[in-house]
T-cell receptor
Framework: GENVEQHPSTLSVQEGDSAVIKCTYS??????FPWYKQELGKRPQLIID?????GEKKDQRIAVTLNKTAKHFSLHITETQPEDSAVYFC???????????FGSGTRLSIRP | DAGVIQSPRHEVTEMGQEVTLRCKPI?????LFWYRQTMMRGLELLIY????????DSGMPEDRFSAKMPNASFSTLKIQPSEPRDSAVYFC????????????FGQGTRLTVV
């Protein structure tokens, strides 16, 4: 089955700097890669996703990249702000399996 | 739509007791997922349903865990008997079930087994 690995597990960056979180997946049939943000005590919520027919997607300060050959994808947050502090999860899914498998999460802290 | 609704929000029970967690997915969604979240193991997929049918329960930790979806608007996750190591936050999520669509999470049930 699918296995998603995520790193780093914790990340601390200065406010205004960029943050990068990386994930790898094992199942070559995976073709959908969502990213979720979970604030303390809250539910995970989708912030951006990418499908395997594109290599990059941007939404304001957030971007995701996908390398299908290497089976890895990344989340990039630019100009970080205090409200970006949260746990971020990558995930992978395939149209044949439907189930969504999550990485272990990255706790991002923004230093003022 | 009110989103995915889970109940109860918090549950404290004694070891050995039966626990039932409930979930109402978003109307029109065809896929339903149960996840367990702990510090050590992150977000684990326990089981998921498509059109009320269990598709993959390989994540269910052991026979003490069972899940049902009697209709499109209701699902339960039952633990019997409960053990302290079952303490976690249990999330239910639903999606349209089409290829590669967003899963919407409920607020979760925080279970504590003492």
């Amino acid at each position: 089955g699918e296995n998603v690995e995520q790193h780093p597990s914790t990340l601390s960056v200065q406010e205004g700097d960029s943050a990068v979180i990386k994930c790898t997946y094992s199942d070559s049939a995976s073709n959908y890669f969502p990213w979720y943000k979970q604030e303390l005590g809250k539910r995970p919520q989708l912030i951006i996703d990418i499908r395997s027919n594109v290599g990059e997607k941007k939404d304001q300060r957030i971007a995701v990249t996908l390398n299908k050959t290497a089976k890895h994808f990344s989340l990039h947050i630019t100009e970080t702000q205090p409200e970006d502090s949260a746990v971020y999860f990558c995930a992978a899914s395939s149209s044949s399996a439907s189930k969504i498998i999550f990485g272990s999460g990255t706790r991002l802290s923004i230093r003022p | 739509d009110a989103g995915v609704i889970q109940s109860p929000r918090h549950e404290v029970t004694e070891m050995g007791q039966e626990v039932t967690l409930r979930c109402k997915p978003i109307s029109g969604h065809n896929s339903l997922f149960w996840y367990r979240q702990t510090m050590m193991r992150g977000l684990e997929l326990l089981i998921y349903f498509n059109n009320n049918v269990p598709i993959d329960d390989s994540g269910m930790p052991e026979d003490r865990f069972s899940a049902k979806m009697p209709n499109a608007s209701f699902s339960t996750l039952k633990i019997q008997p409960s053990e302290p190591r079952d303490s976690a936050v249990y999330f239910c999520a639903s999606s349209l079930g089409q290829s590669n669509t967003e899963a919407f999470f409920g607020q979760g049930t925080r279970l504590t087994v003492v």
